[in-house]
């Protein structure tokens, strides 16, 4: 991978400079309210793709009926003490704050008089009485929040509820017969399809950009809750919160995130599902929180090294990396080693599947998981617990393949007590399988292949009697993980 570290994750929100639209053509197939003269009521069919010859689709009627519904928001946040400097940029200068946000390096901070923060994102009205959506990075911590409807009106803004684990958040203004967008749902929504922004980008108000759906059911870092539906939609700071048109002119997505080496668009862009955000957006309305399942397990993705080693048939499921003490998976039995393959009947084909399933059930309500362990599947019975605090740990970690190479040493009294754990391996050094397989000094091993190791011998005889994989269980800090080796 070349110049990865370049590479982040960015929401983008503060507003500064220029995003323009375009699709032209002849494009017949959205309607809002009667058909348009020698336009087609009905919307063009999927099976109806596009070839060479065919005009582009024309978003001109989506942006004339439903960009009245979207809105621009402007914050005032907390003074800043001190104000990074940028060389030759006035920190006062409007692009100022963009720069600072997106990838400038870290520069010598000089005494600034008080000056409150600003900044600018946008949103669209859900209900006509006011109920307004939005990220939740882009009003948290906000001390003022203003929206500015298309027709010039504007309205202080209540923060109902935030959303972190979503980003979303929800608004009030004191407005009745508004605009309102049309839902849509993302899950009929296809790999290929246009798909069209609305927003405020670089603080350039109502800016429509378009663009198609490069890929559903992304899964990002530090991002547990929200299966993202990934397009080629030019999105910069200042569309955050925006909507994600369909071609029927509904909304499917929350534009919420860019993939950027500069800060900039760069063709990735990525929204939050509509109806995750409208089951944020009912909660915090009805009861001015969001509650959420959670089992209690640390979970991590299963390779071809790791479903070898447990036996499984295929690469599968959410295995379990740790157990919470005390959680709702520790009452019904589920141990680290386990293979999560159902969650109320419903395939976990990958781990990012299950975080959203346990989420949306209500905590105290019996589910049933179907595991593997030890060759074999089994069904337990668990009542699902409450998600007291999102606490985002990443449990994927890169492997890599290929006799394990590990110098390991019992722990010492101290090591165990500092620690908290009653016995495993110390790595001191790491070469060969062990070392590309990820393992590394200071790591601690637990386990082999789901059993206990507190000796060394009895890490030889285990991995003695082990297949083409080990599966080992290791502790790397506070977060317990998983590694596939193949011994040589």
């Given at each position: 991978?070349?110049?990865?570290?370049?590479?982040?994750?960015?929401?983008?929100?503060?507003?500064?400079?220029?995003?323009?639209?375009?699709?032209?053509?002849?494009?017949?197939?959205?309607?809002?309210?009667?058909?348009?003269?020698?336009?087609?009521?009905?919307?063009?069919?999927?099976?109806?793709?596009?070839?060479?010859?065919?005009?582009?689709?024309?978003?001109?009627?989506?942006?004339?009926?439903?960009?009245?519904?979207?809105?621009?928001?402007?914050?005032?946040?907390?003074?800043?003490?001190?104000?990074?400097?940028?060389?030759?940029?006035?920190?006062?200068?409007?692009?100022?704050?963009?720069?600072?946000?997106?990838?400038?390096?870290?520069?010598?901070?000089?005494?600034?008089?008080?000056?409150?923060?600003?900044?600018?994102?946008?949103?669209?009205?859900?209900?006509?009485?006011?109920?307004?959506?939005?990220?939740?990075?882009?009003?948290?911590?906000?001390?003022?929040?203003?929206?500015?409807?298309?027709?010039?009106?504007?309205?202080?803004?209540?923060?109902?509820?935030?959303?972190?684990?979503?980003?979303?958040?929800?608004?009030?203004?004191?407005?009745?017969?508004?605009?309102?967008?049309?839902?849509?749902?993302?899950?009929?929504?296809?790999?290929?399809?246009?798909?069209?922004?609305?927003?405020?980008?670089?603080?350039?108000?109502?800016?429509?950009?378009?663009?198609?759906?490069?890929?559903?059911?992304?899964?990002?870092?530090?991002?547990?809750?929200?299966?993202?539906?990934?397009?080629?939609?030019?999105?910069?700071?200042?569309?955050?919160?925006?909507?994600?048109?369909?071609?029927?002119?509904?909304?499917?997505?929350?534009?919420?995130?860019?993939?950027?080496?500069?800060?900039?668009?760069?063709?990735?862009?990525?929204?939050?599902?509509?109806?995750?955000?409208?089951?944020?957006?009912?909660?915090?309305?009805?009861?001015?929180?969001?509650?959420?399942?959670?089992?209690?397990?640390?979970?991590?993705?299963?390779?071809?090294?790791l479903a070898e080693s447990f036996g499984l048939p295929k690469a599968q499921g959410a295995l379990v990396?740790?157990?919470?003490?005390?959680?709702?998976?520790?009452?019904?039995?589920?141990?680290?080693?386990?293979?999560?393959?159902?969650?109320?009947?419903?395939?976990?084909?990958?781990?990012?599947?299950?975080?959203?399933?346990?989420?949306?059930?209500?905590?105290?309500?019996?589910?049933?998981?179907?595991?593997?362990?030890?060759?074999?599947?089994?069904?337990?019975?668990?009542?699902?617990?409450?998600?007291?605090?999102?606490?985002?740990?990443?449990?994927?970690?890169?492997?890599?393949?290929?006799?394990?190479?590990?110098?390991?040493?019992?722990?010492?009294?101290?090591?165990?007590?500092?620690?908290?754990?009653?016995?495993?391996?110390?790595?001191?050094?790491?070469?060969?399988?062990?070392?590309?397989?990820?393992?590394?000094?200071?790591?601690?091993?637990?386990?082999?292949?789901?059993?206990?190791?507190?000796?060394?011998?009895?890490?030889?005889?285990?991995?003695?009697?082990?297949?083409?994989?080990?599966?080992?269980?290791?502790?790397?800090?506070?977060?317990k993980l998983f590694i596939s080796v193949t011994p040589g």
């Amino acid at each position: 991978m070349t110049n990865s570290r370049s590479q982040f994750l960015t929401r983008s929100l503060m507003a500064t400079a220029v995003a323009t639209t375009l699709a032209a053509g002849a494009w017949a197939g959205y309607t809002a309210g009667a058909p348009q003269a020698g336009t087609p009521a009905a919307a063009t069919s999927a099976a109806q793709v596009p070839v060479a010859g065919h005009a582009l689709p024309d978003f001109s009627a989506i942006v004339a009926a439903e960009g009245p519904a979207v809105v621009n928001i402007s914050i005032t946040g907390k003074p800043m003490k001190e104000h990074p400097r940028i060389p030759g940029m006035d920190p006062d200068d409007p692009f100022s704050p963009f720069f600072r946000r997106f990838g400038i390096p870290k520069l010598p901070q000089m005494p600034h008089p008080d000056i409150p923060t600003h900044a600018t994102g946008s949103g669209f009205i859900v209900s006509s009485d006011g109920i307004v959506l939005t990220n939740a990075h882009v009003v948290d911590d906000a001390d003022e929040v203003t929206v500015k409807l298309t027709d010039k009106r504007e309205f202080k803004a209540k923060v109902l509820g935030v959303d972190k684990a979503t980003d979303v958040a929800v608004l009030r203004i004191a407005a009745k017969g508004l605009p309102t967008v049309r839902i849509g749902d993302p899950q009929k929504a296809k790999v290929g399809e246009w798909v069209l922004a609305i927003g405020s980008p670089f603080g350039f108000e109502n800016s429509a950009t378009a663009g198609i759906i490069s890929a559903k059911s992304r899964s990002l870092p530090d991002e547990n809750y929200v299966p993202f539906l990934q397009t080629d939609v030019a999105i910069n700071p200042g569309n955050s919160g925006g909507p994600l048109f369909n071609l029927n002119g509904e909304v499917i997505g929350v534009n919420s995130q860019i993939y950027s080496r500069s800060g900039g668009y760069q063709g990735l862009s990525f929204s939050i599902p509509i109806d995750v955000a409208m089951k944020v957006e009912r909660q915090i309305v009805d009861h001015g929180k969001v509650s959420r399942g959670q089992l209690g397990v640390l979970i991590q993705g299963v390779d071809q090294g790791l479903a070898e080693s447990f036996g499984l048939p295929k690469a599968q499921g959410a295995l379990v990396a740790e157990v919470t003490p005390g959680s709702a998976a520790e009452k019904a039995g589920v141990k680290p080693g386990d293979v999560i393959l159902k969650f109320n009947g419903k395939d976990i084909a990958a781990s990012r599947d299950l975080p959203p399933l346990v989420a949306d059930v209500v905590p105290g309500t019996a589910a049933k998981l179907e595991i593997w362990r030890q060759g074999k599947s089994r069904d337990l019975s668990i009542t699902v617990g409450e998600a007291k605090e999102v606490q985002a740990k990443a449990a994927e970690k890169a492997v890599a393949h290929g006799k394990l190479g590990l110098s390991v040493r019992p722990l010492s009294a101290d090591e165990k007590r500092d620690s908290g754990l009653f016995g495993g391996l110390m790595v001191e050094d790491s070469t060969g399988p062990a070392a590309r397989a990820g393992i590394r000094q200071g790591d601690v091993i637990l386990a082999v292949n789901g059993e206990s190791v507190t000796s060394v011998e009895q890490l030889r005889s285990l991995v003695a009697k082990s297949g083409k994989r080990v599966a080992l269980l290791i502790q790397r800090e506070d977060d317990k993980l998983f590694i596939s080796v193949t011994p040589g």
